[in-house]
């Protein structure tokens, strides 16, 4: 697939490592039934440009260009008090010399604090220009059409980039994953059964079973659902996914079979903690030295824990874990991540 076609910005020196866990691998193993489990690899796009890097980073350098490309001077994106999107978004702007604005929805009510360390924290040091606090529920997208309505009568253009990155243009990022994936692969020796990566917005989820598809890499992709259960999840990502395919112009119907996500690891709430997220932040940190978020990445791992004691993984199968960034977020979380405080299961 031609991706050239396309305005697009580098926010990365190159591809980000693939790596092998092997003392992750057999703590996990011991885990499992029988003391055997997966055999575990991981895709650092925590590494990515636009420091500290995350998925994001791969779909803004299509969204950004496309903004630039419209001639605005304003970057207008929403998401949750410790969002990630928006700090890399934010970053973003700064490095184009364009202005920032957030709308931030408060899905657990009275979270967001203007005084607060992690990503708010990042907020204010890189200079957001503005943030609308709306509560849980709102309508984000006319919030954020109202703050570029705002922008025009001043006379100036803001661009909405959608929440998480998430449409076909940002879907783009993980077409380019995907290549650059395969082209790792082959040059590591390294055969893949299954991907595993965190399920949220979409973008990620669906771009990346997008290019796996239009590149006819054929490796199932497990989706552990962040904010939603399967039923309503698997359809966001379905259509995302084919909205990507279409935007290519590739003569593909996703097949709705091919998109596969896991509930029952995100509750109680979005963003909430867990014992489960707990226990696979820890592991990884104190086996590997690699850091996970605990609204993201932390639940997904914990996804691959459970479903590897459950045994529905083949014992050495081969896993990809997709490691999509967070880092600032675990520092709202330290009293819970190390194990201070008591969480649901």
């Not at 290519?248 to 119907?253: P, Q, T, Y």
């Not at 109680?268 to 903690?273: D, G, L």
């Not at 459950?310 to 330290?334: C, I, R, S, V």
Request: proline share 6%; hydrophobic share 40%.
């Amino acid at each position: 697939m031609d991706l050239s076609r396309f305005p697009r910005r580098r926010y990365s020196a190159g591809p980000t490592p693939l790596d092998y866990l092997p003392r992750f691998t057999q703590a996990l193993a011991a885990l499992c039934p029988n003391g055997q489990g997966p055999r575990i690899w991981i895709k650092r796009d925590d590494m990515l440009g636009l420091f500290p890097g995350g998925n994001k980073t791969r779909k803004l350098e299509f969204l950004v260009a496309d903004a630039l490309a419209a001639g605005a001077d304003t970057l207008v994106t929403c998401g949750a008090p410790q969002s990630n999107h928006c700090r890399i978004t934010l970053a973003a702007a700064v490095k184009e010399g364009l202005k920032c604005r957030f709308v931030i929805e408060e899905r657990v009510p009275n979270s967001f604090h203007e005084d607060a360390s992690g990503n708010q924290f990042m907020f204010r040091l890189m200079g957001v220009e503005a943030i609308t606090v709306v509560p849980g529920g709102s309508n984000v997208a006319q919030a954020m059409q109202q703050v570029v309505d705002e922008l025009a009568a001043q006379g100036r253009k803001g661009y909405i980039v959608p929440g998480g990155g998430s449409n076909a243009l940002g879907g783009l990022g993980y077409v380019a994953c995907a290549q650059e994936l395969q082209q790792q692969f082959f040059d590591q020796g390294v055969q893949i059964d299954r991907v595993v990566l965190c399920s949220g917005s979409s973008g990620t989820h669906g771009g990346l079973l997008a290019g796996f598809l239009g590149n006819r890499i054929q490796i199932p992709i497990v989706g552990i659902g962040v904010s939603r259960d399967p039923a309503d999840q698997e359809p966001l990502v379905h259509r995302e996914a084919q909205a990507v395919a279409d935007l290519l112009g590739l003569d593909l119907v996703v097949p709705r079979e091919s998109v596969l996500s896991v509930g029952g690891y995100w509750q109680p709430k979005y963003s909430v903690p867990n014992a489960r997220m707990v226990e696979a932040v820890q592991l990884l940190a104190r086996t590997e030295g690699i850091l996970l978020d605990p609204v993201y990445t932390g639940k997904a791992m914990a996804g691959l824990i459970g479903l590897a004691r459950e045994g529905f993984f083949k014992p050495d199968e081969k896993l990809l874990f997709l490691h999509t960034g967070g880092l600032p977020a675990l520092n709202m979380y330290e009293r819970e991540v190390l194990g201070q405080v008591d969480l649901p299961a």
